[in-house]
């Protein structure tokens, strides 16, 4: 994945996110086509509120790895650079301490799990009628939830698994904001019948909707 400056009509650009450098000792990864780096681990840092870089040895940080951050329960604080596209499962699982999240809007994919176990996860103050967002992405829903669900207007992305064996869910609206259905986002939600899905989503994941019968 590359960003660059892209040509638009009236010889207008789209803007790179901002180079930013992040908290010291962080780990970072290679993509195998060596094209971006991955956050993929705490490494010597030993800050507890951290932010991930968005550049990092002159290439674009896009993905925070699998269980990069898992069961770090010093960690109180996470800001993601703005050029993070992916947040991969179990990322920042068992975080014990985390109570502040900053995503950008950049983040089009969250695998499950990716915060789960966290203290913000934890904090019944967080949820909005038994629904988890952080900023504009939703995370999870308790698996009790019932009857007809709306999306709240400005939600970017419904993260994997997010309504995962839900089953007593029978309707659900999503709103002209949301661009990204994740893996299995609605797997298992055996009531849902109607499902209203807008043209602004481009990507629904893998068994999003799978054995709801």
Known sequence: LAFGLTACAGGNTQKQPEKTSGSEGLEYTL???????????????????????????????????????YDCSSLTSV??????????????????????????????????????????????????????????????????ISGAYAIKDGTLTIAA?????????????????VTTIGDRAFEGCSSLTSVTIPDSVATIGSSAFYYCS
């Open 31 to 69: 993509s195998n086509d060596g094209e971006y780096y991955i956050c993929s681990g705490i490494g010597t840092c030993t800050e507890t509120e951290i932010a991930i870089a968005s550049w990092y040895n002159d290439k674009y940080v896009t993905e925070i790895s699998s269980s990069a951050f």
């Open 79 to 144: 800001t993601i650079g703005n050029s993070v596209t992916s947040i991969a499962s179990s990322a920042f699982e068992g975080c014990s301490s985390l109570t502040n999240i900053t995503i950008p809007d950049s983040v089009t994919r969250i695998d499950s799990y990716a915060f789960s176990n966290t203290a913000y996860y934890n904090d019944n103050n967080n949820w909005e009628n038994d629904v988890l967002y952080i900023g504009k992405y939703l995370i999870r829903a308790i698996s009790s």
């Open 161 to 177: 698994s997010a309504f995962n064996n839900c089953s007593n869910l029978t309707s659900v609206v999503i709103p002209d904001s």
